[in-house]
């Protein structure tokens, strides 16, 4: 029996899976490209600039939010802070990628943690965040936990890998307008929606 959708996940009569999947399989070849070609000795200015030639040569347009490069220090800030200045990658460090372009009418949406060098502590904040990520698609693919339910099982997921989960971010429904969706998917009270 399949789930009625839920009017804050509205997506527009356009809205369809294959187009979605379709935008985000262009991102993650964009992403995989900017990470390769982000070098020691960029700054995030830089590494912005080279960050929209890509998006562009992928087809994708700049998006429904600013692109956001951290080096460093700067991949403790949240979102909306700007980053110290001057910051530059050095040969052991960590970096974050945050784009939402658009492609076609669809906003996907895509971050990605990366380390340049050996450091076995980023290594290791690299390596969680993905499994972190595993875990929590995992449990949201169960299909009974709303988004209240996803954070706190992201909290205590994070504490058995030895991190603190942010308490800030609140994140946003994926689909075809996220921008469009007012509410957090971390005050969510319904189960959200696959592929939404």
Same mark, same amino acid.
């Given at each position: 029996m399949s789930k009625q959708l839920d009017e804050r996940?509205?997506?527009?009569?356009?809205?369809a899976v294959?187009? *979605? %999947?379709?935008?985000?399989?262009?991102?993650?070849?964009?992403?995989?490209?900017i990470a390769a070609a982000? %070098?020691?000795? *960029?700054?995030?200015?830089?590494?912005?600039?080279?960050?929209?030639?890509? %998006?562009?040569?992928?087809?994708?347009l700049q998006g429904w939010h600013a692109i956001c490069?951290?080096?460093?220090?700067?991949? *403790? %800030?949240?979102?909306?802070?700007?980053?110290? =200045?001057? !910051?530059?990658l050095a040969?052991?460090?960590?970096?974050?990628?945050?784009i939402g372009p658009l492609w076609n009418g669809y906003e996907p949406y895509a971050g990605a943690t990366f380390v340049v060098g050996s450091d076995p502590e980023m290594l290791r904040a690299k390596e969680h965040v993905k499994v972190?990520?595993?875990?929590?698609r995992h449990e949201w693919r169960k299909g009974d936990s709303?988004? !209240?339910?996803? #954070?706190?099982?992201?909290?205590?997921?994070?504490?058995?890998?030895?991190?603190?989960?942010d308490s800030v971010m609140q994140g946003h429904?994926?689909?075809?307008? =996220?921008?469009? #969706?007012?509410g957090t998917l971390r005050s969510m009270d319904a189960i959200p929606m696959p592929n939404i």
């Open positions: 996940e509205y997506a527009g009569k356009a809205f294959e187009g *979605m %999947l379709e935008a985000r399989r262009r991102t993650w070849l964009a992403i995989d490209d982000i %070098l020691p000795g *960029m700054t995030e200015i830089d590494a912005t600039q080279l960050t929209r030639k890509i %998006l562009k040569e992928h087809g994708l490069i951290r080096f460093g220090c700067n991949t *403790m %800030l949240e979102y909306g802070p700007p980053s110290k =200045p001057g !910051v530059v040969v052991n460090d960590i970096f974050t990628l945050d972190l990520w595993d875990r929590v709303n988004g !209240v339910d996803l #954070y706190e099982f992201a909290a205590a997921e994070a504490n058995k890998l030895g991190w603190t989960f429904r994926v689909g075809k307008f =996220p921008h469009q #969706y007012h």
